[in-house]
């Protein structure tokens, strides 16, 4: 694979239901981390550190327009407030011919209303059951 813009990606949210939904539109940008723990287990005999991996982990952070249509963003994260542990959602990036498909806990769906009239989400969410993430091809 060569070197790519990131334009023209997929990014789909399960509803309550488990069907996917395309939201792509209604996102302006976002952030996924795949971090891994870490341990340090340097002994005495060591001059630099030495360290192994523990578990892995996901995060996102959804950034959009607010769009109250049918089976759109307002519509798949208006009842995270209520809904407590059955908050999770399947999330599913596409980009180029990679895939990253996660089941995520998200924990806040927040709206801002700028100065400029323009109202705008975020939605953070993370992993939720202990299954490491992988980019399939």
Do not use: C
Request: glycine share 6%.
């Amino acid at each position: 694979m060569a070197k790519e813009s990131g334009i023209t990606v997929a990014l789909s949210v399960d509803d309550s239901t488990g069907t996917l939904r395309d939201i792509s539109n209604d996102i302006t940008d976002f952030d996924v981390s795949l971090p891994r723990a870490e341990q340090d287990v340097t002994g005495l005999d060591k001059s630099a550190h030495e360290r192994i991996l523990l578990l892995a982990d996901f995060s996102i952070s959804l950034k959009g327009v607010y769009n109250d249509a049918s089976q759109k963003s307002h519509e798949l994260f208006r009842t995270i407030p209520t809904q407590g542990s059955t908050a999770k959602r399947t999330v599913k990036i596409a980009v180029s011919g990679t895939t990253l498909v996660v089941e995520s806990i998200f924990t806040e769906y927040a709206l801002a209303r700028a100065a400029s009239g323009e109202l705008r989400y975020t939605a953070p969410g993370m992993l939720a059951n202990g299954t490491a993430p992988v980019w399939s091809a």
